[in-house]
């Protein structure tokens, strides 16, 4: 069976509404995990996934900042939330797929939305980076995010790192810049590897290749010096590394009107 899923920070889903069926009616990806929703449940755009023929949907929201949701063609086993750094900011949520949506072995999807952390890169001085850096501690120590053997998972989201030197514009400019400074990469790639994940990504394009998902506004045109950075990531077991078929990361997104400084990108597994 193929499965095709997209990873988005939309940053805001009830105004960028549009933007996401227009994407869904295009791509039509079996389900799409979205990040920076910035709503409460009851206020999450239900019917219009539905009409465009998303039925299952799990939600983790709050009140105007974070939030994570799944939305999927195929229904669920199961849904489940777990909190980081003793906070309850709607940061995660996955979801299991098996047999109800003709799945023979069981597939977990996680979704993440990691925090920012701020603009200064100390944890002494800047409460939001030094939760940033617990928050991937976590997420590093956190036993339902090691699959082994034969188990089937999927972590997406918006991890807020840049990991390796050509995720970036810049690797020395952006060194002592948030999302891409030593102390944060490390953290990350000791995440990955505990959970001995595959960045799908950097599986599929040479470490020698620019790839970015992230385009500031602060850039009145974002395309003059494709000042990017890769902070949306697709990562999957050692089990289904050799399931993936295709990846992509929609950059067209970026120009869309009124768009989010994220663009979707989208794996396709053979499952």
């Given at each position: 069976m193929?499965?095709?899923?997209?990873t988005?920070?939309?940053?805001?889903?009830?105004?960028?509404?549009?933007?996401?069926?227009?994407?869904?009616?295009?791509?039509?990806?079996?389900?799409?995990?979205?990040?920076?929703?910035?709503?409460?449940?009851?206020?999450?755009?239900?019917?219009?996934?539905?009409?465009?023929?998303?039925?299952?949907?799990?939600?983790?929201?709050?009140?105007?900042?974070?939030?994570?949701?799944?939305?999927?063609?195929?229904?669920?086993?199961?849904?489940?939330?777990?909190?980081?750094?003793?906070?309850l900011?709607?940061?995660?949520?996955?979801?299991?797929?098996?047999?109800?949506a003709?799945?023979?072995?069981?597939?977990?999807?996680?979704?993440?939305?990691?925090?920012?952390?701020?603009?200064?890169?100390?944890?002494a001085?800047?409460?939001?980076?030094?939760?940033?850096?617990?928050?991937?501690?976590?997420?590093?120590?956190?036993?339902?995010?090691?699959?082994?053997?034969?188990?089937?998972?999927?972590?997406?989201?918006?991890l807020?790192?840049?990991?390796?030197?050509?995720?970036?514009?810049?690797?020395?400019?952006?060194?002592?810049?948030?999302?891409?400074?030593?102390?944060?990469?490390?953290?990350?790639?000791?995440?990955?590897a505990?959970?001995?994940?595959?960045?799908?990504?950097?599986?599929?394009?040479?470490?020698?290749e620019?790839?970015?998902?992230?385009?500031?506004?602060?850039?009145a045109?974002?395309?003059?010096?494709?000042?990017?950075?890769?902070?949306?990531?697709?990562?999957?077991?050692?089990?289904?590394?050799?399931?993936?078929?295709?990846?992509r990361?929609?950059?067209?997104?970026?120009?869309?009107?009124?768009?989010?400084?994220?663009?979707?990108?989208t794996?396709?597994?053979?499952?």
């Amino acid at each position: 069976m193929r499965f095709s899923l997209t990873t988005w920070n939309i940053n805001s889903v009830r105004l960028r509404i549009d933007l996401v069926a227009k994407f869904l009616k295009s791509a039509r990806p079996d389900v799409l995990c979205l990040q920076e929703t910035k709503c409460i449940d009851d206020a999450f755009p239900l019917k219009r996934f539905r009409r465009l023929g998303y039925e299952h949907v799990a939600l983790n929201g709050q009140k105007g900042y974070h939030g994570v949701a799944i939305v999927s063609k195929i229904p669920f086993e199961s849904t489940d939330i777990r909190t980081f750094c003793d906070k309850l900011d709607s940061r995660h949520i996955s979801v299991s797929f098996g047999e109800k949506a003709s799945i023979a072995k069981p597939l977990v999807v996680h979704n993440f939305y990691v925090p920012a952390g701020g603009d200064i890169p100390d944890p002494a001085l800047n409460e939001k980076f030094d939760h940033k850096l617990r928050f991937l501690d976590e997420m590093k120590a956190c036993e339902p995010l090691h699959p082994r053997g034969e188990d089937r998972h999927i972590l997406v989201g918006d991890l807020n790192v840049a990991p390796h030197e050509n995720d970036v514009w810049s690797h020395k400019q952006l060194l002592k810049v948030v999302s891409h400074t030593p102390i944060e990469t490390e953290k990350l790639q000791a995440a990955l590897a505990a959970g001995e994940w595959v960045d799908v990504a950097r599986e599929r394009i040479p470490m020698s290749e620019k790839v970015y998902t992230w385009w500031s506004y602060r850039s009145a045109d974002w395309t003059v010096g494709d000042r990017g950075r890769r902070l949306d990531h697709i990562w999957v077991s050692r089990a289904l590394k050799d399931a993936v078929s295709d990846f992509r990361i929609l950059r067209d997104a970026r120009s869309w009107e009124r768009p989010s400084d994220h663009v979707p990108v989208t794996v396709t597994l053979e499952v």
